[in-house]
């Protein structure tokens, strides 16, 4: 045989083995899984170490296949491998589904240890084509924004060995953040003048007031002197508010000679009398207070009495009117007589 035929032999024997081994490397790659669009895993609550649902959203999945597993592969690398600190799925629970009969499926933990979510049907089932799958029960891992991966897969058989479809997506843990509020506690008090001749308990003023005087000025036996304030108040105070009166003293002159109270107690509020007689009370107009009526007075006392009340918050400022009545009689002795009245409003948070 001469040159040329041997090297005609030998480039076709080094052909033919070529294309056997080509064939033979194209018959060992396995075909490319099918990838669903617009997947999503939605956390319930993202903190970490809370207990969460799981939720797979996804679309344009592989209806002609009829499938037995459905798998999350939780894992801190993007083919699921590496653990999730504090991640705990052995307690997870399958809540719903759209995408396979809810009812058909049951939840899967052997692969816990894992950190893998797989719901299984021993019959096998043709998917939807879009919607989601709920896990609950699961606990976040320990460590916040830190990116997560999470390896979703469809298999045909309830061993999860034998994939039909798969893709991968991220997520990520969270702290929860503290919001916190101060609205800080708030009381008004306003002690208003009333001119004279204002209608008041039943009576007319005839003294006008300042935020600070009561000035009866000259009381004769044949006329009783009348005066008034408003009281203006408003809180937040979610128990409402008490506004307290007293005096310091009976009404006493320089020689310590004093006016009479008024008969009318606060417990029995009663008519002051017509003038001519010795007496000093006083009356209230908050129906939240009992007894009073109309014009009923009671008298002042050293210790605190509730003239003005609310069991309930009031920002808008409410106003309620306390008269003051003052008669002597014609035995009454001459002299400037005096006392302080004290206010106190009370809030109750």
């Known amino acids: 045989m ?15 083995m070529t294309a056997t081994v080509f064939g033979m490397v194209l ?11 617009d997947v999503s895993l939605e956390l319930g609550d993202s903190r970490v170490d809370e207990t969460s649902t799981y939720v797979l959203d996804m679309s344009t999945v592989d209806t002609g ?3 037995q597993c459905i798998e999350i592969d939780l894992g801190a690398n993007a083919d699921g491998s590496g653990a999730v600190s504090g991640l705990d799925t052995s307690s997870s629970t399958f809540d719903a589904s759209d995408i396979v009969t809810f009812g058909s499926w049951s939840v899967d933990n052997t692969a816990s240890a894992a950190h893998q979510l797989r719901i299984t049907n021993g019959t096998g089932e043709n998917p939807s084509a879009t919607g989601s799958i709920t896990w609950g029960g699961v606990t976040n891992g320990d460590t916040a924004e830190t990116t997560y ?6 298999y045909t058989d309830t061993g999860c060995s034998t994939a039909n479809e798969t893709t991968t997506v991220a997520f990520v843990y969270t702290n929860g953040q503290a919001v ?3 609205v800080d506690p708030t009381l008004s008090f306003d002690i208003q003048p009333v001119a004279s001749s204002t209608a008041v ?3 007319t003023t005839t003294a006008t007031t300042t935020d600070g005087t009561v000035p009866f000025g000259s009381v004769t036996s044949s006329s009783n002197g009348v005066a008034a304030h408003d009281l203006q108040v408003a809180t937040n105070a979610s128990s409402g508010y008490n506004v307290y009166l007293r005096y310091t003293q009976a009404l006493t002159n320089g020689s310590g000679d ?6 009318g107690t606060y417990a029995s509020p009663s008519a002051f009398p017509a003038a001519g007689t ?3 009370g006083f009356h209230t107009d908050d129906t939240d207070v009992a007894g009073f009526g109309a014009s009923n007075f009671a008298a002042f006392k050293t210790s605190n009495e509730i003239v003005m009340s609310r069991t309930t918050a009031t920002p808008s400022a409410e106003t309620n009117t306390v008269a003051y009545q003052v008669g002597i009689s014609n035995t009454t002795e001459s002299g400037t007589y005096n006392s302080t009245l004290i206010y106190t409003a009370v809030a109750t948070y």
């Open 149 to 154: 991966y999470a390896v979703m897969t469809t």
């Open 258 to 263: 004093t006016i009479d109270d008024h008969t």
């Open 27 to 37: 018959s060992t790659v396995a075909p490319a899984l099918a990838v669903p669009t």
């Open 180 to 182: 916190s509020v101060t």
């Open 278 to 280: 010795e007496a000093f």
């Open 201 to 203: 308990a039943g009576t």
């Open 65 to 67: 296949t009829s499938l």
């Open 2 to 16: 001469n040159l040329t035929a041997i090297q005609t032999k030998r480039a076709a024997w080094r052909a033919a």
